[in-house]
Nanobody
Framework: QVHVVESGGGLVQAGGSLRLSCTAS????????MGWFRQAPGKEREFVAA????????DYADSVKGRFTISRDNVENTVYLQMNSLKPEDTGVYYC????????????????????WGQGTQVTVSS
């Protein structure tokens, strides 16, 4: 069993920044592909960003490219999502997800690819 816990959400004005953190338990965190998803009220959960096990490769949704940065610290079992230039449309519950088995990077933006999820952290961006 892997426990995934997000933190760092909150209320911020448009144009501001937040950094989300996600810790995942397990001695093999360095082998997990990690992803961030979000869900706005009345909308489906959507892919935000993903990072490969080594951290050398990342991917982003078009809506956040150039504003968000995903990174990881395999010593601290933590993945981060630095969010800059936030917009009201970034509002939602942000979920961290872990895939603990070997897989295919091309599936990284599919929520079904991940087998462990956190409970989410609320991000609210006011205009």
């Amino acid at each position: 069993q892997v426990h995934v816990v997000e933190s760092g959400g909150g209320l911020v004005q448009a144009g501001g920044s937040l950094r989300l953190s996600c810790t995942a338990s397990g001695r093999t965190f360095s082998r997990y592909t990690m992803g961030w998803f979000r869900q706005a009220p009345g909308k489906e959960r959507e892919f935000v960003a993903a990072i490969i096990v080594s951290g050398s490769t990342t991917d982003y949704a078009d809506s956040v490219k150039g504003r968000f940065t995903i990174s990881r610290d395999n010593v601290e079992n933590t993945v981060y999502l630095q969010m800059n230039s936030l917009k009201p449309e970034d509002t939602g519950v942000y979920y961290c997800a872990a895939r603990t088995a070997a897989g295919f990077w091309y599936l990284r933006n599919d929520a079904n690819y991940y087998n462990y999820w956190g409970q989410g952290t609320q991000v609210t961006v006011s205009s």
